[in-house]
Each structure stands twice: as structure tokens, then as C-alpha cells.
């Protein structure tokens, strides 16, 4: 029998899928509890390219990526998702935000962009809500 999970009001028999995409090791650890801690199940990678050979990718509700990756930029990690097939929301997060990044993101296809540092209930809030309108399990 499958057990119901509520994330933030949301009720569901699966636990949402949010991937993120961090190579920096504390911001994605910390990012991981916290999102692990409202009920999500994340997977977390140091590196893109070992987020696009995961065969559970399409289940995904939500990626979260930081722009300035050592492999390549979160922009060219959602073009690369969108090829595989995936349609799901995702977050930009930098610590480099410029008004021209902002209008990259948005032409890219991202449904939100958060500067860093930033608080863990806007992370939290963020992901839920488009996790909830992601039309999957969330």
C-alpha cells in the first residue's frame, strides 16, 4: 500500500523528485537536507553530466541548478534536459545575478531565478510551487 506524503499542503502517493545540480558541496548538501526535510526526494550531483545519465530523470518534478558549474553553465544543463525529453520547471540559482543573466534564464526556459545567498523559505516555497504545477506526482 502506498503511504501519502503532504509536502507543503500538497498531498501525494510519491514523494516529488527535485534534482540539483551544485558543485559546491556545502550549498548542495545543505540544499538536499532542506528539501529532504520538507518531504521531496532529491537527488544531488556535483556534475551535470552525471544528472543526464540517470535513468529516473524523467521522473523529475523540478531541477535546480547553479549557473557557474565546472563542467558547463545551468543554462546549457536545461537545453541539454529539454532534448532528453524533460519538460519539467526549474530554478537558476547564482551568485553572479545580472539583469542580462535574468533575461538568458528566462529565454531559456527557466521558471525562476534566485540570487545567493538566499533564504532557505524562498528555496522551499519556490521548488513546492513548481513542483505543485509541474503536472507530476507533486
Known sequence: MSQV?????VQSSRR???LIVEDDSGMRRSMQLLLQGRG????AYAAADPMLLDEELPQA????????????DGLSVLVS???????????LITAHATDELRRSATGAGFSAF???PFKEHILVNTVTSLAA?????A
Do not use: M, N
Open 5 to 9: 506524503v503532504t509536502v507543503q499542503g
Open 16 to 18: 516529488p523528485r527535485i
Open 40 to 43: 521531496f526526494d532529491v537527488r
Open 61 to 72: 518534478a523540478c531541477l535546480v541548478v547553479d549557473y557557474l558549474l565546472g563542467d558547463r
Open 81 to 91: 534536459l529539454r532534448k532528453l525529453g524533460w519538460r519539467g520547471p526549474a530554478i
Open 114 to 116: 534566485l540570487e545567493k
Open 133 to 137: 504545477s509541474s503536472g507530476s506526482d
